[in-house]
């Protein structure tokens, strides 16, 4: 009895392993980084603003045209060995559309996505593609654009989820990224939060068309200008999926650069703060919102759509380095406490994470650099990176409990040969428990 109750655990395993749902997805990602300020860049020369769709003759070198080198295996490789196992590929496809009457994608493009998907799936990690700094769909969220966007969104993700449709259930798709009305990123109208759920309805429909693997893989959808305020409290729509999915393969991405007078490396001249939370207000003046204002956030979050069995991906975040010269240690220690915090909150109920890095580095706003690119991927923000692991075993270690399941009737499921259960949005590897 003992052998047949151990090769069925073995058996479910493998099955979830297979083809998870997008919560189960979500848990397996130890931690994500970000492919930033690479293959979502517009073609040197093009404005980066423009909605028009053009494939110029240099529309390949876009992948390096904001000052990157062009992403390698070893790019991957490196951050891999820093502990993570996911990870955000942001792609523009916009200047590289030949024909925009059928959205087709040039096919020399689409092979170099694929290449650079390749390589992180070679390396086991996880992988989001989506649409990322295409101005014609992110920057006009009103009616007036809502029907010609829908139709040309369909046709793009039909083209992009047929040259993917037989990769395995580790790549996710993410239909948008930050849709707002451009320079201006305050609450959106009835109008800005119908075009976007519109977005995300007219993408699922059109993933799950193309059939394969794609009927059942990851999709994320956002929330306007991926606020989450912005999509709490009803004001994202859960799209309908087919048939027998329900909720269980799709996820809502935000994102979170929460408090922005400490994340965004603003000088206090410019209204920033260099100190975040209660745990270091004696060494200056930090921002009102902290560790409390965290986790609120983030336990709104999970009661809105984690309680509809829906996957949550904080698909981007991050804290820009900015000191002052006397106490840039403090500060740093500072950043890691920061990242600690954030990953372990989040990864106690059951968010995917994935830190921002554009490979600029410095002292002040937007300087979000984790990995030197160009310079063999030397890890420069170990702060950074110290903090995020330091967060993934703070969130394992205190997801560990040594009760039987049936005190608590949970969803249960199995990881890498561990026996999970789901609790108020919470995952626990149950220790020493017998069938």
Not at 8 to 25: C, F, G, H, K
Not at 69 to 90: H, S
Not at 206 to 215: E, H, I, S, W
Request: aromatic share 12%.
């Amino acid at each position: 009895m003992r052998s047949l109750c151990l090769t069925l655990m073995v058996a479910v395993a493998a099955s979830v392993m297979a083809q998870p749902t997008a919560r189960e997805w979500n848990q397996q990602v130890t931690v994500g980084w970000n492919l930033g300020n690479q293959l979502e860049c517009s073609a040197p020369g093009q404005d980066g603003e423009s909605v028009s769709f053009t494939c110029p003759k240099n529309h390949m070198q876009a992948e390096t045209a904001w000052g990157n080198p062009e992403v390698t295996q070893q790019t991957l490789q490196a951050v891999k060995d820093a502990g993570f196992n996911a990870v955000r590929i942001p792609v523009r496809w916009q200047c590289h559309i030949t024909n925009a009457e059928t959205m087709t994608v040039n096919a020399d493009w689409m092979q170099r996505v694929k290449e650079v998907v390749d390589y992180a799936m070679n390396l086991g990690m996880k992988v989001i593609i989506n649409t990322h700094h295409d101005k014609w769909l992110e920057s006009r969220p009103t009616n007036y654009y809502k029907d010609n966007n829908n139709q040309k969104l369909a046709l793009l993700w039909t083209n992009i989820a047929n040259a993917f449709k037989d990769y395995d259930y580790n790549l996710a798709f993410a239909v948008t990224n930050e849709v707002h009305v451009p320079n201006n990123w305050n609450a959106p109208t009835d109008e800005n939060l119908s075009v976007q759920n519109s977005y995300n309805q007219t993408f699922i429909n059109a993933v799950r068309a193309t059939g394969g693997k794609n009927l059942k893989r990851h999709l994320i959808v956002q929330t306007y200008a991926c606020n989450p305020d912005f999509g709490v409290n009803g004001k994202l729509i859960v799209p309908t999926d087919i048939e027998g999915n329900g909720k269980e393969y799709m996820s809502v991405e935000f994102h979170y650069y929460n408090p922005y007078d400490y994340c965004s490396g603003n000088s206090v001249n410019d209204g920033g703060f260099y100190y975040w939370g209660q745990a270091y207000s004696s060494y200056g003046n930090t921002s009102s919102s902290k560790e409390t204002t965290m986790r609120n956030a983030f336990q709104q979050v999970a009661d809105e759509w984690s309680s509809q069995g829906l996957g949550v991906v904080m698909g981007e975040w991050g804290v820009s380095d900015h000191w002052l010269q006397t106490y840039k240690t403090t500060i740093h220690e500072n950043m890691s406490y920061y990242c600690k915090t954030l990953v372990t909150e989040a990864r106690q109920l059951g968010f995917a994470t994935f830190v921002w890095d554009n490979n600029v580095f410095g002292n002040g706003t937007e300087k979000f650099g984790i990995f030197d690119r160009m310079n063999n991927m030397t890890l420069i923000a170990d702060w950074t990176v110290n903090g995020i692991m330091e967060g993934v075993a703070a969130g394992i270690e205190e997801r560990t409990i040594g009760i039987r399941p049936s005190t608590l009737k949970p969803r249960k499921f199995l990881r890498d040969g561990k026996l999970l259960i789901q609790k108020d949005h919470r995952t626990y590897t149950l220790q020493g428990y017998k069938n």
